[in-house]
């Protein structure tokens, strides 16, 4: 689609944290902390990373420092609005708090940013959700410095303005968004990463791969009018500091992927997957993602049975990287003519081999990406379509309605979206292979 703005953007923003990458970055949060001018700080994370011992690692070197430290393990796997009120409760009773720390995956950065937020300014958590959910408020007051300090290798959400989190009784995925939720500090430590199962190394890596694949293909800045200095969000195009990033995380998740999902003490791939999952934060983070991620909402939000490998067995869910991929494939096959050039060479940063061998020589165009994405998600053993994960063609318009709600993403979508454009990638991602 050509966009013809009246009167075309010319300027993008970016933003991201500071940032502390490599083996043994986590020992030096309790120096970090001080120079932030924290005092008594509140750790976040979930059971199953407290039983890894690392977050009580980091909480040790903070006291280290001179600092007090107290451990909540009140992050929920996925976060729900309710799972992020009863963390913000247990942080009110025992708080005050001056400084934050997230050691997890999303789930526990996402349940700290939350915290943060309604800690620093108050009300209700739905005030803060994006509307047509929520009531959309943005925070008046400064957060306090958080720290989020990733266990796995995915989410990106250590360098991102945006809090995830299902809504139980409208059983939809849903976010807040507003710059001050920015980590002011990412430390990226892969030593936390070796923990990681197979299936969530999987999942999470494909969260990576869509980040900087959307980020990469998403409407480029200057496509849309130009905004007055107030109206500027966090995601703003496709860019060309945005496009650096993405194209430097796919490089690496090309070669170091089914490599860390084969062997997870492979060191130099658990390393290449971190600096990948660090890049496509920084990417996306200002580009934005546009109609997986939309569609993953609904996906997870609306699960019923589904019980994915290397994941808490209590509870079904359909982990966030798992929903973004399962219509990945389907998505950038209708995003195609918007920039086949762009598609294409996604394809050879993913596979750079793809014109070489393989189905990449005899493939339409169109379907040359979707063919690399298709080929790695069956090595790497994402369920074959949403059909995998208890959908159906019943399912479709209910998944349709869902990921409409999500407009904030679907606004940078390279194509316009229309509820027939999103039928119809979701009824072809029923089934994914033969």
């Given at each position: 689609?050509?966009?013809?703005?009246?009167?075309p953007?010319?300027?993008?923003?970016?933003g991201a944290?500071?940032?502390?990458f490599?083996?043994?970055?986590?020992?030096?949060?309790?120096?970090?902390?001080?120079?932030?001018?924290?005092?008594?700080v509140?750790?976040?994370?979930d059971?199953g990373v407290?039983?890894?011992?690392?977050?009580?690692r980091?909480a040790e070197?903070?006291?280290?420092s001179g600092l007090e430290?107290?451990?909540?393990?009140?992050?929920?796997?996925?976060?729900?609005?309710?799972?992020?009120?009863?963390?913000?409760e247990r942080a009110?009773?025992?708080?005050?708090?001056d400084?934050?720390?997230?050691?997890g995956?999303?789930?526990?950065?996402?349940?700290?940013?939350?915290?943060?937020?309604?800690?620093?300014?108050?009300?209700e958590l739905m005030d803060?959700?994006?509307?047509?959910?929520?009531?959309g408020?943005?925070p008046t007051?400064?957060?306090?410095?958080l720290?989020?300090?990733?266990?796995?290798t995915?989410?990106?959400?250590?360098?991102?303005?945006i809090?995830?989190?299902?809504?139980?009784?409208?059983?939809?995925?849903?976010?807040?968004?507003?710059v001050r939720?920015?980590p002011a500090?990412?430390?990226?430590d892969p030593?936390?990463?070796?923990?990681?199962?197979?299936?969530?190394t999987?999942?999470?890596g494909?969260?990576?791969?869509?980040h900087?694949l959307?980020?990469?293909?998403?409407?480029?800045?200057?496509?849309?009018?130009r905004?007055?200095?107030?109206?500027?969000v966090?995601?703003c195009?496709?860019n060309?500091?945005?496009?650096?990033?993405a194209?430097?995380?796919?490089s690496?998740?090309?070669?170091a992927?089914?490599?860390?999902?084969?062997?997870?003490?492979d060191?130099s791939?658990?390393g290449?997957?971190a600096?990948?999952a660090t890049?496509?934060?920084?990417?996306?983070g200002?580009?934005?993602v546009?109609?997986?991620?939309?569609?993953?909402y609904?996906?997870a939000g609306r699960?019923?049975?589904?019980h994915?490998?290397?994941?808490?067995a209590d509870?079904?869910?359909?982990?966030?990287g798992?929903?973004?991929?399962?219509?990945?494939?389907e998505?950038?096959?209708w995003?195609f003519?918007?920039?086949p050039?762009?598609?294409?060479?996604?394809?050879?940063l993913?596979?750079p081999?793809v014109f070489d061998s393989?189905?990449g020589?005899s493939?339409?165009?169109r379907?040359v990406?979707?063919g690399v994405?298709?080929d790695l998600?069956?090595?790497?053993g994402?369920?074959?379509?949403?059909?995998?994960v208890?959908?159906g063609?019943?399912?479709v318009?209910?998944?349709v309605?869902?990921?409409?709600?999500?407009?904030?993403?679907?606004a940078t979508?390279?194509?316009e979206?229309?509820?027939d454009a999103?039928?119809?990638?979701?009824?072809?991602s029923?089934?994914?292979w033969?």
């Amino acid at each position: 689609m050509t966009w013809s703005p009246t009167h075309p953007e010319t300027v993008f923003t970016y933003g991201a944290p500071q940032l502390k990458f490599g083996a043994g970055a986590a020992d030096e949060i309790g120096h970090d902390l001080g120079a932030l001018g924290a005092t008594r700080v509140l750790v976040v994370t979930d059971a199953g990373v407290l039983a890894t011992g690392w977050p009580d690692r980091v909480a040790e070197a903070i006291r280290e420092s001179g600092l007090e430290a107290v451990v909540h393990d009140s992050a929920h796997v996925e976060p729900t609005d309710a799972s992020l009120a009863a963390a913000i409760e247990r942080a009110h009773a025992d708080g005050p708090f001056d400084g934050f720390v997230a050691v997890g995956g999303g789930s526990a950065i996402d349940t700290a940013k939350a915290v943060d937020l309604l800690l620093t300014n108050g009300g209700e958590l739905m005030d803060y959700v994006n509307v047509p959910v929520g009531g959309g408020r943005a925070p008046t007051r400064p957060l306090a410095p958080l720290v989020a300090v990733p266990t796995t290798t995915g989410t990106g959400a250590e360098s991102t303005t945006i809090c995830v989190l299902d809504v139980l009784d409208l059983k939809v995925k849903t976010g807040i968004s507003h710059v001050r939720l920015r980590p002011a500090l990412a430390v990226v430590d892969p030593r936390l990463t070796a923990s990681q199962p197979a299936g969530v190394t999987a999942s999470a890596g494909m969260d990576i791969l869509c980040h900087a694949l959307e980020s990469w293909t998403a409407r480029p800045f200057s496509s849309y009018d130009r905004k007055q200095p107030a109206d500027r969000v966090p995601y703003c195009g496709s860019n060309p500091i945005s496009d650096l990033w993405a194209e430097r995380s796919m490089s690496l998740l090309a070669k170091a992927f089914r490599r860390a999902v084969r062997d997870g003490s492979d060191e130099s791939a658990r390393g290449d997957m971190a600096l990948a999952a660090t890049f496509a934060g920084l990417g996306f983070g200002n580009a934005g993602v546009h109609v997986p991620h939309a569609n993953a909402y609904p996906v997870a939000g609306r699960v019923r049975d589904f019980h994915p490998d290397g994941y808490p067995a209590d509870e079904p869910m359909v982990p966030h990287g798992m929903a973004v991929a399962l219509t990945a494939p389907e998505a950038f096959r209708w995003t195609f003519e918007a920039d086949p050039e762009r598609h294409l060479a996604a394809a050879r940063l993913l596979d750079p081999d793809v014109f070489d061998s393989g189905s990449g020589r005899s493939a339409a165009p169109r379907d040359v990406l979707p063919g690399v994405l298709v080929d790695l998600m069956r090595d790497i053993g994402m369920p074959n379509g949403l059909s995998a994960v208890g959908y159906g063609p019943g399912d479709v318009s209910d998944l349709v309605e869902g990921s409409l709600r999500q407009q904030r993403l679907l606004a940078t979508a390279p194509r316009e979206v229309d509820p027939d454009a999103l039928a119809g990638i979701i009824s072809r991602s029923m089934r994914l292979w033969d």
